[in-house]
T-cell receptor, first 116, second 114 residues
C-alpha cells in the first residue's frame, strides 16, 4: 500500500524567504508525482507534474524535484510572497495492477503561511 | 484552460433528503474520481471510474451513496438519505489514461446537512 508523507505539517515564514516542502512515498514504483495548491475554501490547483523519467520541473518561482529511488520529492518556492499562503499537497498514482491502477494517494499537506 | 465543472457549488439540505452532485469532466478524459474532504479525514477517495466503468468504490458507504457515469460528459454522486456526518466538500477530478498527464480537480461542492 502506497503511503505519502509531507513534512513539515505547517510552516510560517517572512516574505522573501526561499523555502522547501518535502514529500516522501513508500512505494517507488510510480510513473509521476503531482503537486497541488489549495486555498482555504477552494479546490485543488495543479502546480507541477513530474514524470518518473524527469528529475525536476519548474514553473515561475516553483521548482519540484523527484528522486524515485529514495522515494522523495521536494517543492522549492523562491522569494516567497504572502500570496503563496495556502496548503500544498503532493500526490502519486497507484501503479500496481488491477482496478486501483492510477488511483491517487495524497499526503496530508503542508500549510504554508507567508507573513508580509 | 479546460476545466472540470461541478454543480452545485454549495448545497444545504435537511437530514434525510436526497442530494445529487454533478461533475462534467474535461472532454476526452477517461478517468474520473470523486473525493470527499473534511478537516478530520483530509481527502478520501469515494469512487473511481475509467471509461465510465466503476473500478473502485470501496471508500464509499454503499448503503447511502451511489456514483454513476450515465455518459462520458457527466458523473453523478448521490446520497440518499443524507446525514449530518456527510457534511463535507466533495471534489470531482478527471484525467487521461490513469493520470499519465496528471489530474484536474473541480472547484468542489460544499455540502451541509442540517
Amino acid at each position: 500500500k502506497q503511503e505519502v508523507t509531507q513534512i513539515p505539517a505547517a510552516l510560517s515564514v517572512p516574505e522573501g524567504e526561499n523555502l522547501v516542502l518535502n514529500c516522501s512515498f513508500t512505494d517507488s514504483a510510480i510513473y509521476n508525482l503531482q503537486w497541488f495548491r489549495q486555498d482555504p475554501g477552494k479546490g485543488l490547483t495543479s502546480l507541477l507534474l513530474i514524470q518518473s523519467s524527469q528529475r525536476e520541473q519548474t514553473s515561475g518561482r516553483l521548482n519540484a524535484s523527484l528522486d524515485k529511488s529514495s522515494g522523495r520529492s521536494t517543492l522549492y518556492i523562491a522569494a516567497s510572497q504572502p500570496g503563496d499562503s495556502a496548503t500544498y499537497l503532493c500526490a502519486v498514482p497507484f501503479i500496481a495492477g488491477g482496478t486501483s491502477y492510477g488511483k491517487l494517494t495524497f499526503g496530508q499537506g503542508t500549510i504554508l503561511t507567508v507573513h508580509p | 484552460d479546460a476545466r472540470v465543472t461541478q454543480t452545485p457549488r454549495h448545497k444545504v439540505t435537511e437530514m434525510g433528503q436526497e442530494v445529487t452532485m454533478r461533475c462534467q469532466p474535461i472532454l476526452g478524459h477517461n478517468t474520473v474520481f470523486w473525493y470527499r474532504q473534511t478537516m478530520m479525514q483530509g481527502l478520501e477517495l469515494l469512487a473511481y471510474f475509467r471509461n465510465r466503468a466503476p473500478l473502485d468504490d470501496s471508500g464509499m458507504p454503499k448503503d447511502r451513496f451511489s456514483a454513476e457515469m450515465p455518459d462520458a460528459t457527466l458523473a453523478t454522486l448521490k446520497i440518499q438519505p443524507s446525514e449530518p456526518r456527510d457534511s463535507a466538500v466533495y471534489f470531482c477530478a478527471s484525467g487521461f489514461v490513469a493520470g499519465i498527464y496528471g489530474y484536474t480537480f473541480g472547484s468542489g461542492t460544499r455540502l451541509t446537512v442540517v
